[in-house]
């Protein structure tokens, strides 16, 4: 079973910047890919970033591309999301993910490939 605990949300000015984290604790005999999904109030999740391996690049949503960036610090368990240049429309609860592979991790952004979640952290950009 895994867990996950986000943190570091919080209400910021447009323009303004958060880094968010995710620790990972719990057992598996898979390597776990990682990601972090979003919930605007009245609209539906979605994903905003994952973590792809074997030398591949993350994905992004297109609306957060050159603003977000998704990194992963194996030795504290931890995966982290900068948020830069915040606008209003990123105003949501935000999640981590997981889901476990034998294989490589594609980053893929579909809410459905993903088993584990977190409780999730809001986040609240005012214009």
């Known amino acids: 079973q895994v867990q996950l605990v986000e943190s570091g949300g919080g209400s910021v000015q447009s323009g303004g910047s958060l880094r968010l984290s995710c620790v990972v604790s719990g057992n598996t005999s898979y390597r776990l890919c990682m990601g972090w999904f979003r919930q605007a109030p009245g609209r539906e999740r979605e994903g905003v970033a994952t973590?792809?391996?074997?030398?591949?690049?993350?994905r992004y949503a297109y609306s957060v591309k050159g603003r977000f960036t998704i990194s992963q610090d194996n030795a504290r368990n931890t995966l982290y999301l900068q948020m830069n240049s915040l606008k209003s429309e990123d105003t949501g609860m935000y999640y981590c993910?997981?889901?476990?592979?034998?294989?490589?991790?594609?980053?893929?952004?579909?809410?459905?490939?993903?088993?584990?979640w977190g409780q999730g952290t809001q986040v609240t950009v005012s214009s």
């Open positions: 973590v792809s391996t074997d030398g591949n690049p993350p």
């Open positions: 993910a997981a889901r476990e592979t034998y294989g490589s991790c594609s980053g893929s952004l579909r809410l459905g490939s993903y088993a584990y």
